[in-house]
Structures are given as C-alpha cells and as structure tokens.
C-alpha cells in the first residue's frame, strides 16, 4: 500500500493515524537497535493552533533512515529510530506547511544518499543542506545539486561529531560556493569567540542553527547574547534559524517561555535573515520530546506580526533556498 498520507487525506486524522491503521508501528528502528535512552519522536502530535502562511517552509528538519535502506554512518555517535521521509511530509502536511529543508543528521555522516532520496521524492517541495567531504566530486555535487541540496553543514558540537581540520573546511567552503550553496554551521554559544574569524571569512551566506545555542539562564541584554547579535549586525551574510526552544530552554514545554525573548529579539531586529524550522525527528532529546503542535504555536510568539511570520516562514527560506524557481 502507499505509505503517501498526503494520497489519503479523508481517512487521515494525525500522522498517527497510519499507526492507528496497524500498517505500520510506532517509531521503530531498522539496521541496528536505536540507543536504549533515545527518545523518538512524537507520534501523534497536536493540531497547532497558529495557521502558518501559505507556502510556509520548515525550514530545518531531519529525516533518519531507515536503517535498513539507508545504513547508519559507522563513525556515528548516536543511533536513532526510523523517521523517513513519508513520516516527515505527513508531518508538513498536518502542521499545515508547504515545504521542507531537510538537514543531513549525523547519523548519516557524510552519506547523504537518504536526504537526496527524501528530496527527490518531494514533488518539488524540499530542499536539502547536506554533509560533504573533503573528497567530493564535481559530479556528486552537480547531482546533488540537481536534488535540491543548496548548502552544506559544518558541526562544532563535539559530543555530535568529530573534529574536522579548519583547512578542510574552508576548502569545502569554496567548493560549493560556486553552485550558489551556503553553508550552515552548529556550535555552543561559549565556542562563538575562537569560531568567530572563522566564520566571517566564509565566502558563503552562512546560517547558524539555533541562535548559536544562547544559555536561556544569561539575559538577552548581556555579553554573550549580544555577541552573537553583534555577528549579525556586523555581517550582513549571517543568517540565524530561530528555532529549538525545546534544546534551549530551562523553563522547559509547553512554552519555552524563556527561549521566546532570544527568538523574538533576532526576528524583530534581522526580520530577513531568520528562518524557523521543527527540528523534527528531534534528534538527542534527553529530557523530553516536543510535541510538533506546540512548537508551531511557538511561532507567532517569536513573530507577532503576520509582516514578521511571512518573512520567516515564507519569503527568507524561499530566497534562500528556492531562489531559481518561478513564482506560482
Ligand atoms: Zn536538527
């Protein structure tokens, strides 16, 4: 049968409902067990009660798998459950988005073959960052060029990855900047400073996951905040994503009430260099797993104005990452 929830729209209540059917189970792995304290991701989230503006992208999520079509990367530091693709746009669907960027998880490691198969099955509709090595080809990036891929990722967390010489980086870096791709990069907030120089001779716009991780406990007023602040303002390349609360927050769901003031004060202050995505399958969530719903309810707290939700839903991640497609 067609695992497409999108081609059964009528009988569909959540993106639980296939489990409800039986014709699949819950979060599950496949290849290799999932880590005995992984937390997969919610089945059956709530409806949100924001409506996201038409043609709205998430514009950070994550497909895992499955294990058995897509192996695990060996040097991984963490296995998580399945979250294929088909989970992922039945997701898109019931929060009411249009579109997805999806994000090499590390699991994959330099293997991005599950990403471009999530992409080439998007009718369109999604676009990817991926993870690439040193040793990539013209040809493996022309194709995944043609799959949608439009940046590449550098992680700095270092309980996700291991180290890559600056070097080989920087030489990546100038490998895909010829195709028009950016590179996104992911690090703690206390790493900002020695990352710093690095980051702004980048020859890409380069977009920071997750507001470069502030401490939610320190005041959006104080030293360390405003140092990422001051990147931005200074570099006019810099984007942020304004999204994960749930990674952030101290004060923890349903509200993420103390990430909201981060959030806000880089859309209100960068309104088009912000982009928002899930995060969804969650990956590494130790205290608890978000529900998707919420998390969309998150939004118009972060972007009070309908001028403010169309630039960080709509019109930044589709200048971003859809900038060769005609208007519809
Ligand atoms: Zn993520």
Redesign the pocket.
Known sequence: MSTDMTARTGEVRGPAAEAAQGSAATPRTTGQQMDADWIPFDPNPSKPRFRPPPGAVDA???VFGPGDVFPWAPERKYTPCDAPKEKLYALRDFLGFERNVV?QATCHGNDNRALVDALLHSQGRARGVASVARGVSDAELRAMHEAGVRGTRFNFVRRLVDFTPREVLVEIAHRIAPLGWHVVVYFEAKDLPELRDFFTALPTVVVV?HMGRPDAGKPVDGPEFQRFVTLMREHPNVWSKVS?PERLSVSGPPGYDDVVPFARHLVETFPDRVLWGT?WPH?NMKSHMPDDGKLVDYVPRIAPTPELQRALLVDNPMRLYWNDARPT
Request: proline share 12%; with cysteine.
């Open positions: 950070h999520c994550h994000v996951d994960c995060d990956p």
